[in-house]
């Protein structure tokens, strides 16, 4: 072995001793990942580099403290694909007593090793929420929908810590795919965790819910714990199986660390908020129409810039209809061409009207935290904006009408002296504390006062002011 091999190989040594948990004799490290909240691109994020923290230090086991109302259906999978391929035991834990891990929180319940509550919880309602209007003709329920109305064995009977009757499931295609798909995915989740499948597939078809204690009984759960301490204490010396190898759990003594969001995760939940990623995207919109109209100033178009992308990345981890996005970009068209265009406020009323329906079906679905953009945040935007568009609008009509105070158009109609007699056509004329090369047809005298006609180049045509005239003055 070479002198650098061996180098190598003692400061690797030196920095798995150094790692946390890894040190022999010492307690077995508990990494919590608490997560408060719907479940969005941010909270993905936090709780994905969490069970990498997790196991990069060797932890003995990873807590996913949950308390949450569901969220979108990406960023779950996200968070079910790191636990899945975890190579530390994630035990997922509905807390504190009075918390929730509804819709998507209970298929991240079922992918965890190991499943347990705290008193006075519950979990279910995994119905997947369509984007969209309801079909015409209201929702009716599913036929044939298998045996997700059939209680498993050893279930109970329907009644039992669920609701009796079945949730209305729309006729539509795009909402049966959807239901099956969501069926399917924690099916295949509770047969990899050995956990009830059918309760699993009724909780999607029919929205059931379940309370701690009538989960455990029914074998959805694993355990109830108090809190962490006392989850520490019920899974010490339990079995659980981890990529496919069976690990026995020791934690005793452990040593518990929490984890908390640091920037990314914070930054990413509140451009991720559909009011923020809407106000990004008008932000981003009048930037660039400002830098446009006015080339040069940099600023409004620097700001713009970031502001669209940040917008638009937040709308790609959205569920947005681009339908909307569309009709708000046609509302702020319409609405700036009418300061061009003289069409007596149509396309600035229609712009208005577009623009608020546009921002209305920006975003528009059951799923907590994205039930769309609120009308405190839309109604203002789309009376400043009219506002503003309407005050330039009449400024411009108002500038139209006024006379032309510069340029060559300025100068016909006004009235100059004539500096010397002339028998011919040329002249020269005294205008605007300036001299003029003039053409007249007819004669001019001195001192005599003329009026300009038009104006061809650097020539002006002038005509005298009155027939008579002004006499010549006196020599000095």
């Avoid at 921002?359 to 203002?380: E, F, Q, R």
């Avoid at 006379?403 to 158009?409: K, M, N, R």
Wanted: hydrophobic content about 50%.
């Amino acid at each position: 072995m070479t002198p650098l091999s061996i180098l190598r190989s003692l400061l690797f040594t030196a920095l798995l001793a150094a790692t946390p948990g890894f040190a022999a004799g010492g307690p077995p490290l508990v990494v919590v990942i608490a997560v408060d909240g719907a479940i969005s691109p941010g909270s993905a994020d936090y709780i994905v580099r969490g069970l990498k923290t997790a196991a990069a230090q060797g932890a003995e086991l990873a807590v996913l403290e949950m308390d949450t109302p569901g969220g979108l259906d990406t960023s779950m999978r996200q968070i079910i694909k790191q636990i899945i391929a975890s190579p530390v035991p994630v035990a997922g834990f509905v807390a504190p007593d009075g918390a929730r891990a509804a819709s998507a929180g209970t298929y991240i319940l079922y992918a965890c090793h190991i499943a347990a509550m705290a008193p006075a919880t519950n979990l279910g309602a995994a119905t997947p929420i369509m984007i969209g209007l309801t079909p015409p003709g209201g929702a009716q329920p599913e036929p044939g929908s298998g045996n997700a109305g059939s209680p498993a064995k050893g279930e109970p009977e329907k009644g039992r810590g669920a609701a009796p009757e079945q949730a209305p499931v729309p006729t539509s295609t795009e909402a049966r795919k959807s239901i099956n798909d969501a069926s399917a995915y924690i099916r295949s989740l509770a047969q990899l965790r050995g956990r009830n499948a059918a309760w699993g597939e009724r909780a999607v078809r029919e929205a059931v819910s379940l309370t701690s204690s009538e989960a455990l009984q029914n074998h959805v759960i694993d355990l109830v714990a108090t809190g962490v301490p006392d989850l520490l204490r019920k899974l010490d010396g339990r079995k659980v199986s981890v990529l496919g190898a069976m690990r026995t759990l020791n934690l005793k003594d452990a040593r518990i660390e929490r984890l908390h969001p640091d920037w990314r995760s914070r930054m990413l939940s509140v451009i991720a908020d559909p009011s923020v990623a809407y106000l990004l995207m008008l932000a981003g919109i009048f930037g660039l129409f400002f830098e446009f109209s006015n080339p040069g100033f940099v600023l409004p178009g620097v700001i713009g810039a970031i502001s669209l992308l940040l917008a638009l990345f937040a709308f790609q981890m959205m569920p947005v209809n681009y339908v909307g996005v569309a009709l708000i970009l046609l509302g702020i068209a319409f609405m700036i061409a009418e300061v061009y265009i003289s069409s007596f406020g149509v396309l600035g009323v229609g712009g208005i009207a577009a623009f608020v329906i546009g921002s209305v079906m920006l975003m528009h679905t059951d799923i907590p935290g994205y039930g769309g953009v609120p009308w405190s945040i839309i109604a203002p935007f789309a009376l400043i904006t009219a506002l503003f568009i309407f005050v330039v609008a009449g400024m411009a009509l108002k500038a139209r009408g006024r006379p032309v105070t510069s340029g060559s158009e300025e100068m016909t109609g006004l009235v100059g002296t004539v500096l010397q007699d002339t028998d011919g056509t040329a002249a020269v004329v005294h205008l605007h504390g300036e001299n003029w090369s003039a053409h007249c047809s007819r004669p001019l005298r001195r001192g005599q006062k003329v009026k300009v006609t038009a104006i061809d180049g650097l020539v002006l045509e002038v005509e005298p002011e009155s027939e008579e005239g002004t006499p010549p003055a006196a020599a000095s």
